[in-house]
């Protein structure tokens, strides 16, 4: 379970562009619940992934996951309990490592980075299952370099990673934004398909309405700093596409864009 | 001139170790540590001093490593806990060691005289290599020593402190998610650079005889050279018929897929060669800088470069 409990977030304090984001805003999800965050910019969905991330400080506040406060925690630190999927392919993998070297060193998470060998041989098997259940052909590519592959399977090898370890919670970053139509879909279906079999409690942050909409059992739209709709459960699987749509260009318009 | 030439390479394999420490921060942590011109001298001012008195020649090695990584140590504490920009973290290395290398040395040269042994006529030594020639003697230690360090960074490389290490340059934020702390594996990397340049300070030191306390001047240009030089050649090679035909044949595989080690090597040769033969072309000794610099360039506009991505073009 995850908690925000009464943050505060002021970006550019004490000057003229000073901007109160959170002011005592709290949310909880949920063991096992799939969120999905919609806004436009500046709603403040992106900066509520990094204060849960520990990227950017808060003013005042808790967050807490399983019922401990991680807010003095360093941003490494976090990630112990946590993985995050980037909007940038790029930035979950290592680029100039091979897939293999990628997914032994995400396998070691939570582990010592000693002096052993860096590869274990004897889960290359694991891994090569695990890369088959992508259905990329990855299988096949695990001495290829992390940058000679494509953004979609760099992405779906970076969801891979992040997910490897046990997790108390999955952080989706607009992961689908940087890719093409069809790749976000097959990215999407993948996401969804890891989260129910790992039983996953993920938070995801998208552009794509029809994503929020059709996956996870709970949406969110913030508008600057707020919850304007939050819909669970049966409540959610009867929303539909226009509602949704309705409410985001009657926010978009409030918000002048 | 095979005299010369035997002279070349001692250089070559001696300065590799510089340039497998420019290796590990400019090309594995994308760091500029300009902080190698302070630390060579540093290995070499220790070693200068601790041979005059009367240390195992051979214990100097160990004690410039450590030393070296205490150098290394420093800028990474600057440039990672008092969040100093990289290059500046490494020029305040430089110019704090300048002063330091000056206090071990008692001033800004210091010869070791004849009558003191080096690792090149120890006993110890003597013992093993007794039957060699001094240049054969160099030729042999130094081939050692370059050859062991490249294989243990090879195998260090492959370890998961390696690929932590290696994964930090290319992707830092892969190394949060790992719940790692990046500033920590670069600080760490900083350690294991700084400690083999001060290596290869010492070995110059064991070599000439002599600290001074200018020698550390265009060590990290030198260094970068090396690596650039040694990587684009073994790049164009990869690329070639030859390479490929001899990585489809399993034994000969090594040979057709050189490690970036191998490459750094050959490339600290090469460039110890281009000096070597501009000198005896006639150049005056002090435009040794001027010539290293301007090769410097010549390597960075022909393997199209520029320096601003040496590894992750």
Not at chain 1, 206 to 214: C, G, I, Q, S
Not at chain 2, 159 to 164: A, D, R, Y
Request: hydrophobic share 45%; net charge positive; proline share 2%.
């Amino acid at each position: 379970m995850l908690e925000v409990r009464d943050i505060t977030k002021v970006y550019n304090p004490g000057t003229v562009t000073e901007q109160r984001l959170f002011d005592h805003f709290s949310l909880t999800v949920e063991e096992g619940q799939f969120v999905s965050i919609v806004g436009s910019n500046g709603s403040g969905k992106t900066s509520l992934l990094n204060i849960i991330c520990g990227s950017i400080p808060i003013e005042g506040g808790d967050v807490l996951v399983g019922g401990k406060s991680i807010a003095r925690q360093k941003d490494y630190q976090r990630y112990a309990s946590m993985g995050r999927v980037y909007q940038n392919p790029a930035a979950g993998t290592a680029p100039n490592l091979t897939m293999l070297e990628n997914l032994s060193l995400a396998d070691n998470k939570g582990r010592s980075f000693g002096l052993s060998r860096g590869v274990n041989r004897r889960r290359v098997d694991f891994y090569r299952q695990q890369l088959q259940s992508l259905g990329l052909g990855l299988e096949d590519k695990l001495d290829v370099k992390m940058g000679a592959l494509s953004g979609g399977q760099r992405q779906a090898v970076a969801l891979l990673m992040a997910t490897m370890t046990p997790l108390q919670f999955l952080i989706l970053d607009e992961h689908t934004a940087a890719l093409d139509p069809k790749t976000a879909e097959i990215i999407m279906e993948l996401t969804d398909k890891v989260i129910r079999e790992k039983h996953l409690t993920a938070m995801m942050v998208t552009h794509n309405l029809r994503h929020a909409v059709e996956y996870g059992d709970r949406i969110l739209m913030m508008s600057r700093g707020h919850v304007v709709l939050d819909r669970a459960g049966k409540e959610k699987r009867a929303t539909s596409m226009d509602d949704i749509l309705t409410m985001f260009n009657q926010i978009s318009m409030e918000c002048g864009n | 001139m095979a005299d010369l030439f035997v002279s070349t390479l001692i250089q070559g394999l001696i300065y590799a170790l510089v340039s497998f420490g420019v290796y590990i921060t400019y090309s594995i942590l994308d760091f500029p540590d300009l902080g190698v011109d302070g630390t060579f001298p540093l290995g070499a001012a220790v070693t200068a001093l601790l041979l005059i008195k009367g240390v195992d020649p051979w214990l100097t090695l160990v004690i410039s490593l450590l030393v070296g990584a205490l150098a290394g140590l420093f800028t990474g504490v600057v440039h990672v806990r008092l969040k100093v920009r990289d290059l500046l973290a490494g020029i305040i290395t430089m110019t704090a060691l300048f002063s330091v290398n000056l206090l071990i040395a008692g001033g800004a040269n210091l010869p070791v005289e004849r009558a003191v042994d080096t690792i090149f006529t120890a006993p110890s030594t003597m013992a093993v290599l007794g039957g060699l020639t001094l240049s054969g003697r160099k030729l042999v230690i130094s081939l050692v020593l370059a050859v062991i360090v490249k294989l243990v960074l090879d195998l260090y490389f492959k370890t998961k402190s390696g690929l932590l290490l290696r994964a930090v340059g290319d992707n830092a934020s892969l190394v949060t998610s790992l719940a790692r702390d990046k500033g920590s594996v670069k600080i760490l990397g900083l350690m294991i650079s700084n400690a083999l340049v001060a290596l290869g300070g010492c070995l110059v030191c064991h070599e000439t005889r002599s600290f001074s306390a200018t020698m550390g001047t265009g060590q990290l240009v030198f260094g970068l050279a090396a690596v650039i030089i040694g990587v684009s050649l073994f790049r164009f090679y990869g690329a070639t018929g030859l390479a490929q035909a001899l990585r489809r044949c399993r034994p000969l595989r090594f040979l057709g897929s050189p490690r970036d080690t191998t490459a750094v090597i050959v490339g600290s040769f090469l460039y110890k060669a281009c000096i070597q033969i501009a000198m005896s072309l006639g150049l005056p000794t002090n435009m040794l800088k001027l010539v290293t610099a301007v090769l410097f360039l010549l390597v960075l506009v022909v393997s199209g470069r520029k320096g601003e991505e040496i590894i992750h073009a």
